[in-house]
């Protein structure tokens, strides 16, 4: 029974400081700022970036879900391979959704793409 106990109580502390960290990233956190760096780290210029649109989406029991619509103009696929791997391993657990990839008719080695991002945050 002692051997149970102790394993409650190191997952229960284990929980406690998952919830703390989730609460101190949470406080601080910019889907836009981080979409923005994140870009900026694969290479994306400002100039690409056409538009980088958050929306709140109605909040659950324990969570607020902000999802982000991204326009981008003028990428190369490598860039764009960059990008989507760095918001998927990001450490605030971003989520990409659907994406929409079109070739330039005036450069077929350049790509519009559009796509979907959220994160959840909890409520506090």
Do not use: W
């Not at 981080?34 to 538009?51: K, P, Y």
């Not at 450069?107 to 793409?113: A, G, K």
């Amino acid at each position: 029974m002692v051997q149970h106990e102790t394993t409650f109580r190191r997952q229960l502390d284990k929980l406690k400081y998952l919830e703390k960290e989730a609460q101190q990233k949470s406080a601080d956190f910019s889907l836009l700022t981080t979409l923005e760096s994140l870009a900026q780290q694969a290479a994306i210029g400002r100039e690409s970036i056409e538009s980088i649109s958050p929306k709140q989406l109605p909040p659950g029991k324990y969570f607020s879900e902000t999802e982000a619509t991204v326009q981008l103009v003028r990428v190369t696929l490598k860039q764009l391979v960059h990008y989507f791997y760095r918001i998927e391993s990001s450490p605030h657990h971003l989520q990409l959704k659907e994406a929409r990839v079109k070739p330039r008719f005036d450069d077929p080695n350049s790509l519009n793409v559009t796509f979907k991002v959220s994160v959840f945050l909890p409520k506090g």
